[in-house]
């Protein structure tokens, strides 16, 4: 059984700074590709980040040069490095796990059809 757990979501102010954490359960991190995904209200949920056993990773377009993923295999943690946030990036944030070892191997790396494992999820909220 895989159990992730987000952490680290809360108020910020445009222009701010936020670091998501999330906790794998089970070791053999390098098992999967890890992802961060948001949904915002009334929105589909979109892929942000991803990040594989080899440290290669993919961001989005919206989030690219302001968000910053990274990963401690020892802590078997993701963590996912939001700054400069703007109202646009208010969501739910969840992260998530599967696709085997490499995004490489993956069609679309940021699609949430490619991960198996779902966190319940935390908020960020960005405000003026």
């Known amino acids: 059984q895989v159990q992730l757990v987000e952490s680290g979501g809360g108020s910020v102010q445009v222009g701010g700074s936020l670091r998501l954490s999330c906790e794998l359960s089970?070791?053999?991190?390098?098992?999967?590709?890890m992802g961060w995904f948001r949904q915002a209200p009334g929105k589909e949920r979109e892929g942000v980040a991803a990040i594989d056993s080899d440290g290669d990773t993919r961001y989005s377009d919206s989030v690219k040069g302001r968000f910053t993923i990274s990963q401690d295999n020892y802590k078997n943690t993701l963590y996912l490095q939001m700054n400069n946030l703007t109202n646009e990036d208010t969501a739910m944030y969840y992260c998530?796990?599967?696709?085997?070892?490499?995004?490489?191997?993956?069609?679309?790396?940021?699609?949430?059809?490619?991960?198996?494992?779902w966190g319940q999820g935390t908020q960020v909220t960005v405000s003026s």
């Open positions: 089970r070791s053999g991190y390098s098992e999967f590709v």
């Open positions: 998530a796990a599967g696709g085997g070892s490499y995004i490489t191997t993956m069609h679309r790396p940021l699609n949430r059809q490619e991960y198996a494992y």
